[in-house]
T-cell receptor
């Protein structure tokens, strides 16, 4: 059984650029959630995907968008990067039906730095 | 809006001590509470998951308790070791929602 993987590990971008982060879910999991964790803070929920549909969204602007693919891998896209977007981005997968929170398994994260 | 507070923010103890980390939440209508460990710059590792109907969960040297009525959970670590050094986070999931609220964590250092 493979765990959750994320790529890239680290990324440096400049303000205004766009970025795509990738996540491969744990085998058998059909739900993926993305979180943003600023330094010294707890993770903040961005959105969740279930069966390729956005299943809920936290308090993040539309320039944060995502995709989930038939193999349950996922992407997080951020447009028009701002300095405050610098953070650790975490992906978590779970086996869940709609509106049900089950135990989530996290990937190692992608550290994004915006200059 | 659910708020989750973790006390203390940081803790430094000698090896071998038993210790207690605290997590409090403002809305007791929860679905479950989960404790995580996070090493610096890394992802989260799930330690214990307590459903709202449960009072405690145990795994090895770890024991987590849940008191919904008072809005509190504690994580007890027995016989601490230097390898336990990490940040410990708790996350509360409300009923009818799949969006967990995390605390800011307790940074633990266990020195030899």
């Amino acid at each position: 059984e493979t765990g959750v993987t994320q790529s890239p590990t680290h990324l440096i971008k400049t303000r205004g650029q766009q970025v795509t982060l990738r996540c491969s879910s744990q085998s058998g999991h059909n739900t993926v959630s993305w979180y943003q964790q600023a330094l010294g803070q707890g993770p903040q929920f961005i959105f969740q995907y279930y069966r390729e549909e956005e299943n809920g969204r936290g308090n993040f602007p539309p320039r944060f968008s995502g995709l989930q693919f038939p193999n349950y891998s996922s992407e997080l896209n951020v447009n028009a990067l701002e300095l405050d977007d610098s953070a650790l981005y975490l992906c978590a997968s779970s086996l869940a039906g709609t509106r049900t929170y089950n135990e989530q398994f996290f990937g190692p994260g992608t550290r994004l730095t915006v200059l | 809006k659910q708020e989750v507070t973790q006390i203390p923010a940081a803790l430094s103890v000698p090896e071998g001590e038993n210790l207690v980390l605290n997590c409090s939440f403002t809305d007791s209508a929860i679905y479950n509470l989960q404790w995580f460990r996070q090493d610096p710059g890394k992802g989260l590792t799930s330690l214990l998951l307590i459903q709202s109907s449960q009072r405690e969960q145990t795994s090895g040297r770890l024991n987590a308790s849940l008191d919904k009525s008072s809005g509190r959970s504690t994580l007890y670590i027995a016989a601490s070791q230097p390898g336990d050094s990490a940040t410990y986070l708790c996350a509360v999931s409300p009923r009818g929602s799949y969006i967990p609220t995390f605390g800011r964590g307790t940074s633990l250092i266990v020195h030899p």
